[in-house]
Every structure is written in structure tokens, then in C-alpha cells.
Nanobody, 127 residues
Framework: QVQLVESGGGLVQTGGSLRLSCAAS????????TGWFRQAPGKEREFVAA????????SYGDSVKGRFTISRDNAKNAMYLQMISLKPEDTAVYYC????????????????????WGQGTQVTVSS
């Protein structure tokens, strides 16, 4: 099975940027669709973005479209989330997730579609 570790979270001011990374080990990430989710205190886990095995197909949650960009580097067994124009409502713990799939361009949108999760990284946006 694959192990996932997020990094890159932190404290940033409104309008700032952060880049999250998700490092995979144990299996090659190229056989997994991957995604980012976030969870704020007292709220349900929310879909942020997903990227297909190939990296050619992406999907985004409505609240982050145009501000966040998901990418991956299968050679480095890693996935990334570039976040710009951050808002206080982006404050949450961000999780990366992976789902083994034979469908090259699948971008799963639901948390229950993912089999493997990282432990999360905190992103705090101050107003």
C-alpha cells in the first residue's frame, strides 16, 4: 500500500500563497488517482482538487477554482497544491489522498472513493 505525507502548510496572510506537497512511498504513485481535501473545525471534509494518474485531467471544488492548482510529478512520486489569493475561509487541515485505479483519466471527487490518506497539514490564513 502507499503511504502519504503532506508538507508545506503554515500561517499566511489574506492574499498570500502557499504550496503544499504530498510525498508518496511504498508504491509508485503513477497507478493512483490523487486528490486534496480539507477539513475546518466543526465542518465536514471538503473536496479541494483531484488529478488523474496521467496528470492530464484535473477537477476542482467550486470554492477554489481559479486560485488553486493541483499537479503531480510521477517521477518524484509526489503531488502538489499551489494556492494563491488565500482567504480566511481556506483555513483548514489539508489532506492528500490516493485511489488505485485502472482508469487513466479518473479524478475521484468524493472522500469515500479514496483508499489512502495522509495525516494532514494545517493551513491558517489570517485576516
Amino acid at each position: 500500500q502507499v503511504q502519504l505525507v503532506e508538507s508545506g502548510g503554515g500561517l499566511v496572510q489574506t492574499g498570500g500563497s502557499l504550496r503544499l506537497s504530498c510525498a508518496a512511498s511504498g508504491r509508485t504513485l503513477s497507478t493512483y488517482a490523487t486528490g486534496w481535501f480539507r477539513q475546518a473545525p466543526g465542518k465536514e471534509r471538503e473536496f479541494v482538487a483531484a488529478i488523474s494518474r496521467s496528470g492530464f485531467s484535473t477537477s476542482y471544488g467550486d470554492s477554489v477554482k481559479g486560485r488553486f492548482t493541483i499537479s503531480r510529478d510521477n517521477a518524484k512520486n509526489a503531488m502538489y497544491l499551489q494556492m494563491i489569493s488565500l482567504k480566511p475561509e481556506d483555513t483548514a487541515v489539508y489532506y492528500c489522498a490516493a485511489r488505485p485505479t485502472g482508469i487513466t483519466e479518473a479524478t475521484p471527487l468524493r472522500a469515500d472513493q479514496y483508499n489512502y490518506w495522509g495525516q494532514g497539514t494545517q493551513v491558517t490564513v489570517s485576516s
